[in-house]
């Protein structure tokens, strides 16, 4: 059956069959294996997508590099699973839901608790996977009868487990502190959901009359509004002006209320007037300080910033309103003193863009030191490896200055908090739903209205998604998970928490410590010790991960980051849309270095669509011969013994390629060298590199090299176009193998045409990857071939520089004093005429350094037999440039391999490479000088 691929390479339609294809006879699902399975286990966890979310930029370099990763381990006989999901997302999906109340005229408090939430039910089940639909279309290689969503019944018991357990070893407490508030969110949320950017302020200077004296005291603020609750003015101890006002009184302005002047390291003396007012119920320092001075606590703003009943007749006031008003009455009464301009850094909800307002709340907190404590130690002891190793110093410096975790959110879409109140003042934590208090028997009880913070249920993931409280096969085989890459964004919000969730959850008895956590609105956790007895390998057992790899940023083409303020964000579905899925994942795999930011081109894009449509063309052309020569794909190939589901024997080097000539010696040596190179920058996340040794290589060295080389055999006697076509196809099917976790849909496209539609298996996903056969690379058929390269291009140059017209086939005379290289370019005349487009090539027994139309290179000189008059001056500015060019690219390559840290850590064979070149270099450079003498 003649092979039929169509003339242009159209991606949009093979994408998308293929994408359905995958999905459909469920390539990609892991059955739990049994015991005595002995295969090994490739385990990832997608970052779950909001389920708010629509694919970005961030995703699709994310998701193609998870992709790349589990599909390399997958072809490599290991168990692969890449655990998918989406995050219920409390703020972002209320948010979003609200915003559909409000088209309609509503409200969620028209709807009431229970209906909002069958709303937001609603919402999810109609919007909710756009995000995975488009994973799906771009053919990520995710285990989708697993899919979970973070509210799904069995991962909201076991996030009632947790806090359970928490709050029974004394972890988790509940007390009124300062938290960030968001007003518009109506909701606490964590310090990293705060984002901080400096902006043009002022910073005013306010006098408080002391009392009983004709003094003022002087202290300045950003938020002069926050000044109605102040509870003290705090001065510094050592601070010799304030010795005489120790003990005394001022009259706190606007407000005629006495208020202390108190001793507290808050002051410093360096800093101002060595005087700051105290807000305890507005500033998380003057909370602190309160509390040691045992101030009243007044708070002047409501939840939604609004001065509230203690503000006086600045009450109903929006904050900034009330600023104005305090700012005038102030200045009128000749309170204010002084204006200056100054910077604040302002603090935003990372959700809304509201400015946060420091708010004293009742919440739930984690006292998260013990857990911290084992997630550092785990990534000390390089339990988790993290890399670029940077992030591992960023990550430890966190860690160490951690503070409590505030878990609740004031919201009603979430994980509600597990917890139970009673009027007579017990909270009854529970699994289940009390019946009646268990301090006064009451029946009526009122579930906390508080939701969990998102992050504390996508924390627990690793282990959750996995069946956890349950003890099942999933978490004995699959945890810990391999791998987990994403963003340094996530970096503490999700990646920190993992770790601190999993060491103490999967390393903890099964019988928890219980401390006593008593009853009312501020009960405190018990002490409790992290210095559970663990051994090394418990502990090394218990992360969620045995590696993390942080990707950079992408970036415009300007290296500017993508905002829509600044309207440079990149849609990948329209990227994918005009390039193809293929070419836009190459762009991102070939651009990704560890610790470097992609400056994301659609020009790159644009090359790596040629690239796919020059593996598309060279299909063609097999298909063209193996046709022709009346050959059918999958009866040529001598096939590697596949793996099964058992597993199996790998894919080593090419089976059953005939060598019979220096190209078919050469073109197996490159493949095993860069299948090399590949399996060896995979483990280190150089995706870069291994993109670019199969672009080089299939471009490079397979089309523009081997198949010219080979293209009169295929024209010549039956048996030797049989067996050229055999090598063909068989190379070909290797590099689809080789280019597969990075470019899936087209070489899943032509790998099934080579077998007529009927390959051993459903796809290439499931075929072996090839691994390197160290016998099968010729170092010395490389270095031949690169001499006879280096003849061909040395000949297309010259032939441009002189502009001789492309038919004309003129005489080449060469220069080798090595009689090796002489021997090699007479056995290989017929193709280096062909290629060069030369004819009548002949030998010289002395110098060319004295004729014109001359190529110098380290091992022989090439010249052009072509009439034309010789500029003397030209010929040497000509050569003058080459030697600067040589002697400059000389110069460099001693730099490198003088820098021992670059010896050290780059890859062999890259190293071998510049020094070769190095040697080179000095050859060519004793030419260019001798021949500069010659000329004058």
Partial sequence: MPHDLPK?????????????????????????????????????????????????????????????????????????????????????????????????????????????????????????????????????????????????????????????????????????YIVNWCPRCETAISDLEVKHEEVPGKLWEIRYPVIGTNEFITVATTRPETMLGDTAVAVNERDERYKHLHGKKVMLPLMNREIPIITDELAQPEFG??????????DPNDFEAGLRANLPVIEVMDEHAVMN???????????????????????????????????????KCDRCGTVVEPRLSMQWFIKIQPLADRAIEVVEKDYIRITPPNYRTIYLTWMKNIHDWCISRQLWWGHRIPAWHCSCGEIIVSRETPKSCSKCGSSELKQ????LDTWFSSGLLPFTALGWPEATRDLEVFYPT??????????????????????????????????????????????????????????????????VYIHALVRDAERQKMSKTKGNVLDPIQVIEKYGTDATRFTLAAMSSPGTDIAFNESRTEGYRAFANKIWNAARFMFMNVDRVGLCGSDILVRQPERTAEGGCPYVGIAGFEVTTLEDRWILSRFNSVARAVNEALPAYRFDEAANAIYDFFWGEFCDWYIELIKPRLVESSADAKTTCANLVALFEASLRLLHPV????????????????????????????????????????????????????????????????????????????????????????????????????????????????????RFDARLIYEQKIDVAAER???????????????????????????????????????????????????????LDELG
């Fill in 273 to 282: 007037t060595g005087a700051v007012k105290v807000t305890p119920a507005h």
């Fill in 309 to 347: 009943e203690n503000a006086g007749r600045f009450a109903g006031m929006d904050r900034y309103t009330a600023r104005k008003e305090v700012l005038e009455n102030l200045r009128e009464q000749g309170f204010l003193v002084g204006e200056k301009d100054y910077t604040v850094a302002l603090g």
């Fill in 8 to 176: 242009a390479y159209e991606p949009a339609a093979i994408e998308a069959r293929w994408a359905e294809y995958w999905v459909k006879e469920k390539l990609f699902a892991v059955a739990t294996p049994r015991e005595g399975d002995t295969r090994p286990v490739f385990s990832i966890l997608l970052p779950p997508p909001n389920v708010t979310g629509r694919l970005h930029m961030g995703h699709m370099l994310n998701q193609t590099q998870m992709d790349i990763i589990t599909r390399w381990h997958r072809m490599r006989g290991f168990i692969a699973l890449w655990l998918p999901g989406t995050d219920h997302a409390g703020i972002a999906t209320q948010m979003m839901v609200e915003k559909q109340l409000a088209t309609e005229g509503k409200n969620r408090r028209d709807l009431g608790r229970e209906k909002f939430i069958e709303r937001v039910w609603e919402w999810k089940k109609q919007y909710g996977s756009a995000i995975t639909d488009q994973m799906r279309r771009l053919g990520a290689s995710v285990d989708w009868s697993r899919e979970y969503f973070t509210m799904d019944e069995n991962l909201s018991r076991a996030v009632r487990e947790v806090f359970v357990r928490l709050y029974e070893q004394g972890l988790i407490y509940r007390g009124k």
């Fill in 743 to 858: 470019m899936p849909f087209i070489t899943d496209e032509i790998w099934h045409a080579i077998y007529d539609g009927k390959p051993p298996q459903k796809s290439l996903a499931l075929a072996a990857y090839p691994q390197a056969d160290e016998r099968q690379i010729d170092k010395a058929a490389e270095t031949q071939m690169a001499i006879l390269q280096d003849f061909i291009v040395s000949v297309r140059n010259l032939r441009a520089e002189l502009k001789v017209e492309t038919k004309a086939k003129i005489p080449v005379e060469v220069f080798a004093p090595d009689g090796d290289i002489r021997s090699l370019i007479e056995q290989n005349r017929g193709a280096l005429e062909r290629l060069a487009n030369v004819e009548g090539l002949q030998f010289a027994n002395a110098s060319l350094a004295k004729l014109p139309n001359v190529r110098h290179t380290a």
């Fill in 877 to 931: 500015e000509k050569t003058k440039k080459e030697l600067e060019k040589a002697e400059k690219e000389l110069a460099n390559g001693e730099r490198q391999l003088g820098n021992e840290q670059f010896v050290a850590k780059a890859p062999g064979p890259v190293v071998d490479k510049l020094r070769a070149r190095v040697e080179e270099l000095r050859i060519l450079i004793a030419k260019l000088r001798k021949k």
């Fill in 482 to 547: 391999s791998l987990l890459i994403t963003g340094f964004d996530i970096l503490f919000f999700w990646v920190a928490r993992m770790i601190m969730l999993g060491c103490w959850f999967m390393a903890l008895p099964e019988k928890p410590t219980t401390g006593h956590v008593g009853t009312g609105a501020t009960a405190r956790p018990a002490e409790r010790s992290s210095a559970v007895s663990l051994s090394d390998a418990d502990l090394r057992n218990s992360v969620p991960y045995r590696e």
């Fill in 448 to 451: 906390d209205s508080d939701v």
